[in-house]
């Protein structure tokens, strides 16, 4: 089982971690939580719901981190938009999207990664120093969606664009100092395969 998903009887899946894997997930997993931020404060428990739905407006503006650019896209435009569509109308589209679930979003990718951390936090290594992650319940898709944002936010560090791009960092040099970036990029990939044939 080392280093990839394998299914568990009655659903769910696990996968073998030793210390330094563990150790770099959970690493990975708190980097995300600080660039994605601080959540949005509860509201109060008398406090009327139409109310709080519009007061928690998101921004209208694209992040300027390329990072969380890529993890809160512009809903409208991009490579994908027609030519004769108006910059400026899908500018406001996507502002007026942004507005609205943004906030949202960034909540279920924080959740994302807390689950990644807590669940690494709650396993017990072996003698030898590996430990088996067993995931059940919603894990699995807390999971999947939070090495899909690992994946995106490395992909954004190194400016992989494409897939063929990637192909390339398999012959970095060992003293490129992307080197152990492409690796955990190229981990995470792994890891985020297996457990989607594993569901």
Do not use: C, H
Not at 3 to 29: H, M, Q, T, Y
Not at 79 to 88: I, K, T, V
């Amino acid at each position: 089982m080392g280093g990839v998903f394998e299914p568990l009887k009655g659903g769910g899946a696990a996968v073998a971690l030793d210390e330094i894997e563990i150790s770099i997930l959970r690493s990975l997993a708190v980097q995300l939580l600080e660039l994605i931020g601080p959540g949005e404060p509860e509201p109060a428990e008398d406090a009327d719901p139409l109310a709080v739905l519009f007061a928690a407006e998101g921004p209208t503006e694209p992040p300027s981190d390329p990072a969380l650019a890529r993890l809160f896209p512009d809903a409208y435009g991009g490579p994908g938009a027609a030519p004769d569509e108006d910059p400026e109308e899908l500018r406001a589209r996507s502002a007026e999207f942004r507005r609205f679930t943004e906030n949202d979003l960034r909540t279920r990718k924080r959740e994302d990664a807390l689950a990644v951390v807590r669940s690494l936090d709650a396993l017990t290594p072996a003698g030898d120093g590996a430990a088996v992650l067993e995931l059940g319940g919603e894990l699995p898709l807390r999971w999947l969606g939070a090495l899909n944002d690992l994946r995106l936010t490395i992909a954004a560090r190194l400016e992989i664009t494409e897939d063929e791009q990637s192909s390339e960092l398999y012959r970095l040099p060992d003293e490129d100092p992307r080197k152990p970036m492409v690796m955990a990029y190229l981990w995470l990939g792994g890891l985020q395969e297996t457990l989607v044939e594993t569901l």
